[in-house]
């Protein structure tokens, strides 16, 4: 395996007007890697992904891919680029052409960066039908005859027709039944296995980000407050944000059940000093006056919490 | 798991044998009526619900568990042709016109919907729908009725309660909303709640809490509650006992404890398999193959036997549901409870 | 709710003046000559001339046009050629029937379809529906000369029920007030009561699929209560929308029904006022005409503020 590094992401700010949507993102991923970014709603997570694919300009920040920094790019340059980055939705629904056949949903991308020939075009298409487990009388048809499952395993081979380095999937489950999210789930690990696809995965599920995720970056109101390897994140969490999300979750047994207090702020009044002041159970005065730095946790895990005062800043 | 789940009582499907039944369905069918003639959406449902017990209808989409709640509530589609008993304080509510059955809706039966944004008016204030439900229900003057209203709103956790109730649902926070919703269907004593997947909608943290307020609502007014949830994991810690669907059919019944840990049949393991659970180092998921059969082609016999790995040419025939292990089961071939 | 009702004033000021603008150059574009249409066939050259002068029509037409505006500032709309009073003074004259037609016809169509589109939604697909849905694509397809022929021919000629033509003031007494203005606005608001019980029924029908009626129903409210109150109020809402474009459409069609029913009313009058090229009056009538729709739209934004608390805060 390589170290490569696919995407790197610096210091990533979104503002809209006086919303401040994300702030201050960096991550990077390494080739063939997933990572994950998981957060509740309004915690910036889907405004990063779309910031990470340029449908949305980033009020400030890098973002460099494959060694070129996106933020630069004139628009015919980044059209170019998008052939290596694809996206997967969350509306299997609305995220396919409702009057185009699957045959013509998944021509259309390679027609678009000028990939193959008509025939090959159509040999890709029918590659990718197999790969995503679906028969080829597939072609055909049009996305309202198929299910919720069917149409994300026709929206994955739709991103896999440029055959692209890096994947965007922004809650691709979320709409699915438990059942077929299983199916959709696997398909999308197998398929990473397959073509060593580089991949950024946006969810609100702790279990899905667990299953599918190499490195996971904790989103709270714009921000990454801790990010490091699953194994720590899951297993020993630093940020008291990510220890009560991780406790909130069902299946815990209702004892355990965390209460944090309160709802997530407005993106238009950022609490001053953490974020995450106004909901933490262990908040202190330093807390309101001083934005906490990054710390290294050691083993590649990193948090921002004055509880954590002592470790050596990331 | 909470102190009420661990003994086992000689009733098992009852935690609280001693106290009185609240709802008891038995055998309820429904179908719609549509051009074609009659199109069956869920059948032979059956189970009770004791007061202060919270007992979850869980299944995917589709499999009926919203349908019946409302066939429950007897607010189920003019369409609908219903079947079967369902008894509500020891009193038959299905026979009843439609007229007496609304009178029960609000005093005897509180309903809390997924979605508090929708299923609360959008353009009459907060205390206006609360007042109008308590006026109409309880026969309270206005003021009476306003102060109860904030009352409740205190006692659900919503801060400026008098100010709320002057507020539109716009204005409020998914967790509040949901709050609101719940004060709501509490707001005239009844003594069953019907939740439609009540926490779905909101973030982790805030499903936390409504979970919480739930329960301390159940056991403050000692309240049977019907928890209708697609998300086994919630169940287990939420309800003694749980009630699984497909198709239209139960296919589980049991304490949710056994159902969770060690279901016997083979559509419940499959939705417990499918889910990653945390750290248990899978790499690969479990899924049920295929898809759930839509409204109008279930396969004759076992519905679930097209996607079973355990069907054979038994399967053909409809299962009854009987006790196998700790649960009952509509299989032929269950699994006797493999943890 | 002063803030929205002020952006909504600014919002309508380009109504009252854009049609001003176009009835201006259009009058002095269009052939024929005021000066010329008084002083008759035997005029010579030297008084028409003179007369030009004397009614500034020899100015270039910007200096005209702010010559106009000046006047309405100051209220003094100028003298009418024709008649050689003032303006002002011969509006008041005629709108008050206009105005009065327009307002009775808008209710009536207002009531007409409410009520009927409500009766259709709640019978859906019975035969009582099918006969409104029938009814209102009649309704719609009919021209208004036509109806109020009918009108005439059925209530007044053969039953007599009505006058046949003549107007009577609201100051005569409420019964000979009705029994001049309401067969005309009948005739004035029956498309548009079509139009509104088709918005009625599909919106009512929308409506009482949404979530919150149902929450109405489970709280055990009487679906007297859950249709008249909790329904109505948003099912209503496309209808007021509608009304406002009703008004325009109606103040519009008034000339029609005026001519048919001799109501000496605007429309009437202006249609006489552009035969004789009379500048002043014409312009007059359409600035009194813009004034009327402003208002009334005016109050629906008013009522509709009422009806949807939302409206208020955006």
């Known amino acids: 395996m390589t170290t490569q590094t696919v995407l790197s992401v610096e210091g990533l700010s979104k503002s809209f007007r006086a919303v401040k949507a994300v702030r201050d993102v960096s991550f990077t991923i390494p080739k063939g890697k997933t990572f994950g970014l998981v957060g509740e709603s309004g915690s910036g997570k889907s405004t990063t992904a779309r910031l990470v694919l340029r449908l949305v300009e980033p009020t400030s920040g890098a973002i460099s891919f494959r060694g070129r920094n996106l933020a630069g790019l004139s628009a015919r340059d980044l059209r170019a680029e998008r052939r290596h980055m694809q996206m997967i939705f969350q509306d ?21 960066h000028g990939i193959g020939t008509p025939a090959e ?44 380095e890096m994947i965007v999937a922004d809650e691709p ?11 959709v789930l696997n398909l999308m690990r197998d398929l990473q296995d397959r073509h060593g696809t580089t991949m950024l995965f946006i969810s609100h599920d702790l279990r899905v980000v667990q299953f599918m995720c190499d490195e996971i970056g904790v989103m709270y109101l714009g921000e990454i407050v801790e990010q490091g390897p699953r194994d720590r994140i899951y297993g020993a969490p630093a940020h008291p944000y990510t220890q009560a999300l991780l406790a909130s979750a069902p299946g815990k047994g209702s004892g355990q059940r965390a209460r944090l207090k309160g709802e997530i702020p407005s993106a238009h009044a950022v609490p001053s000093g953490c974020a995450f002041r106004t909901r933490c159970p262990h908040a202190f005065a330093r807390c309101t006056t001083e934005k906490p730095v990054m710390r290294d946790m050691g083993g590649g895990q990193k948090a921002a919490c004055h509880l954590l005062d002592g470790t050596p800043a990331a | 798991m909470s102190a009420h789940l661990t003994p086992l009582p000689a009733d098992h499907l009852s935690p609280v044998p001693q106290a009185p039944t ?4 038995d055998n309820l069918s429904l179908s719609l009526r549509n051009a074609d003639g009659l199109l069956p959406i869920v059948t032979d449902v059956s189970f009770s619900i004791r007061q202060g017990e919270a007992v979850a209808l869980v299944g995917e989409s589709g499999c009926g568990k919203s349908i019946t709640a ?12 219903i079947g079967g008993t369902i008894t509500l304080n020891g009193k038959v509510i ?18 809390i919907f997924q979605e508090p944004m929708t299923a609360l008016h959008p353009t009459l204030s907060i205390g206006r729908q609360m007042t109008d439900t308590l006026r109409h229900n309880l026969g309270l003057s206005h003021a009476e009725a306003t102060n109860r209203a904030a009352e409740l709103l205190d006692r659900v956790g919503i801060p400026r309660a008098r100010d709320i109730l002057k507020g539109y649902v716009h204005e409020l ?34 499903q936390a809490q409504v979970l919480d307020l739930l329960e301390d609502m159940r056991r403050e007014f000692n309240l049977a509650m019907l928890f209708i949830t697609h998300d086994l994991e919630v169940v287990g810690d939420f309800c003694e006992k749980a009630v699984v669907m497909y198709a239209g059919d139960v296919v589980e019944r049991g304490l949710s404890a056994d159902v969770v840990n060690a279901p016997t049949h083979p559509y419940a393991r499959g939705l417990i398999d499918a889910v990653p659970a945390h750290d248990d180092g899978r790499t690969r998921l479990t899924p049920i193959l295929g898809t759930v059969p839509p409204v109008g082609q279930w396969p004759e016999g076992c519905r679930f036997a097209p996607r079973c790995t355990r069907a054979d040419a038994q399967c053909q025939t409809r299962p009854a549901l009987e006790r196998h292990g700790q649960t009952d089961a509509r299989c032929w071939h269950p699994l006797e409870g493999i943890q | 709710m002063l803030r929205y009702l002020g952006k909504r004033f600014l919002l309508i000021l380009p109504t009252i003046f854009v049609p001003l603008i176009l009835v201006f150059l259009l009058l002095r574009l269009s052939p024929g000559d005021p000066a010329g249409m008084m002083l008759g066939d035997q005029a010579t050259a030297e008084q028409i001339a003179a007369l030009r002068t004397q009614l500034g029509l020899d100015q270039p037409i910007w200096v005209q046009f702010l010559l106009w505006l000046k006047g309405i500032v100051t209220l003094d709309l100028g003298n009418s050629i024709f008649f050689r009073e ?6 008041p004259r005629y709108a008050g029937v206009t105005i009065m037609l327009t307002l009775v016809a808008l209710t009536l169509a207002v009531v007409i379809g409410i009520t009927m589109g409500l009766l259709s939604a709640m019978n859906r697909n019975k035969p009582i529906d099918r006969g409104v849905v029938t009814t209102a694509v009649l309704g719609i397809s009919l021209p208004e000369f036509w109806f109020a022929l009918l009108l005439i021919f059925v209530f007044a000629v053969t039953l007599r029920w009505f006058p046949v033509a003549g107007y009577n003031p609201p100051s005569a007494g409420l019964v000979a007030f009705a029994s001049t203005i309401f067969l005309p606005a009948l005739a004035l608001g029956v498309r548009q009561s079509a139009l509104m019980t088709r918005m009625m029924r599909s919106s009512m029908l929308d409506v009482l699929n949404e979530p919150y009626i149902t929450t109405a129903r489970a709280q055990g409210l009487p679906e007297s209560k859950v249709i008249g109150q909790y329904a109505m109020r948003t099912a209503a809402m496309p209808v007021v929308t509608v009304a406002g474009l009703s008004a325009g459409y109606m103040l519009g069609g008034a000339v029609a029904i005026e001519i048919i029913f001799a109501l000496p009313g605007l429309g009437r009058m202006l249609v006489e006022a552009v035969g004789r090229r009379d500048y002043p009056l014409v312009e007059g009538g359409v600035l009194t005409i813009s004034l009327v729709l402003a208002v009334l739209n005016l109050a629906i934004d008013l009522i509709y503020a009422i009806l949807d608390p939302r409206i208020r805060y955006q």
């Not at chain 1, 995220?95 to 056949?101: A, I, T, V, Y």
């Not at chain 2, 997947?197 to 805030?206: F, G, H, N, Q, S």
């Open chain 2, 173 to 206: 926070s998914g967790g509040m909303r949901q709050r609101v919703m719940i004060a709501l269907a509490i707001s005239c004593g009844p003594s069953l709640i019907i939740a439609d997947e009540p926490t779905t909608a909101l973030d982790v943290t805030i």
């Open chain 1, 92 to 112: 299997p629904f609305g995220s396919l052409n409702p009057r185009m056949s699957v045959r013509d949903t998944l021509v259309e991308p390679q027609l678009v």
């Open chain 2, 70 to 81: 409302s066939a429950i509530m007897g607010i189920a589609p003019e369409n609908a042709v």
């Open chain 2, 22 to 25: 609240v709802l008891d369905v």
């Open chain 2, 94 to 111: 299905s026979s009843l016109s439609p007229r007496d059955r609304r009178r029960l809706c609000g005093r005897h039966m509180g309903f």
């Open chain 1, 121 to 164: 075009q159509l040999k890709t298409a029918e590659r990718l039908l197999a790969e995503v487990s679906m028969p080829r009388t597939a072609l055909d048809r049009y996305p309202h005859e198929f299910s919720g499952g069917q149409r994300q395993r026709i929206a994955i081979a739709r991103a896999l027709a440029t055959n692209p």
């Open chain 3, 86 to 91: 003032p303006v002002m003074q011969i509006i």
């Open chain 1, 173 to 183: 489950v979320s709409a699915l039944d438990v059942s077929v999210q299983a199916q």
